[in-house]
């Protein structure tokens, strides 16, 4: 299956600023999803991210706060913009596993605390 | 709407047979998957049962299926302090790509 490489692995930042995680793949795939789990809680879809368009985000979420980039079919990247303590949660980046139609890998996570 | 449930918390015995439930809501679904998440690290796939199946069963652990009760179970035999994680219950359907997670159960192992 692929392997992700997920970065930075966690951050502290302060509130008003904007962190950039980036997820780069071994392989090259169609799809690309980002996650949130805010602190004991389960994973929640951000968007999915499509090379060559727009990323489709899940109700709740806009682009404005989450923009996204999927500038080839290996790497994407996730802004948390204006942070406010909130955000504080970790992040991750999934792909299809080509191996186990259609399960999905996940990165390791970028875990955020927003002071 | 999807929805899929987990408790919360399971605490077993070292040695003991761990059963950790799910029920989902989505009658569409094709795949469903048992997922782990180690303290500070992201998520590993642990298995997975197609939605025709009622059973599956892969060294330690074994996923039984009720399709007409929407309930998907994992069994980890002999728990070893290894096991501590939480333990997240997914499906994905026919209609939508991506898959939902449950809320995930935390399994503590007691000596």
């Known amino acids: 299956s692929a392997v992700i490489s997920q970065k930075p692995s966690r951050d502290i930042c302060q509130r008003g600023t904007s962190l950039t995680i980036q997820c780069q793949v071994d392989?090259?795939?169609?799809?690309m999803f980002w996650y949130r789990q805010q602190p004991g809680q389960s994973l929640t879809l951000i968007a999915t991210?499509?090379?060559?368009?727009?990323?489709?985000?899940e109700s709740g979420f806009v682009i404005d706060k989450f923009p996204i980039s999927r500038p080839n079919l290996t790497f994407s990247t996730l802004t948390v913009s204006n942070m406010s303590p909130e955000d504080s949660s970790i992040y991750l980046c999934?792909?299809?596993?080509?191996?186990?139609?259609?399960?999905?890998?996940f990165g390791s996570g970028t875990r955020l605390t927003v002071v | 709407g999807e929805d899929v449930e987990q408790s919360l918390f399971l605490s077993v015995r070292e040695g003991d047979s761990s059963v950790i439930n799910c029920t989902y809501t989505?009658?569409?679904?094709?795949?469903l998957y048992w997922y782990k998440q180690e303290p500070g690290a992201g998520l590993q796939l642990l298995t997975y049962i197609f939605s025709n199946m009622d059973m599956k069963q892969d060294q330690r652990l074994t996923v039984l299926l009720n399709k007409k009760d929407k309930h998907l179970s994992l069994r980890i035999a002999d728990t070893q302090t290894g096991d501590s994680a939480i333990y997240f219950c997914?499906?994905?359907?026919?209609?939508?790509?991506?898959?939902?997670f449950g809320s995930g159960t935390r399994l503590s192992i007691r000596p």
């Open positions: 392989s090259q795939v169609t799809m």
């Open positions: 991210a499509n090379q060559g368009s727009e990323a489709t985000y």
């Open positions: 989505d009658s569409s679904s094709t795949y």
């Open positions: 997914a499906e994905s359907t026919s209609s939508a790509s991506k898959i939902i």
């Open positions: 999934s792909v299809e596993a080509r191996d186990i139609p259609p399960g999905y890998t």
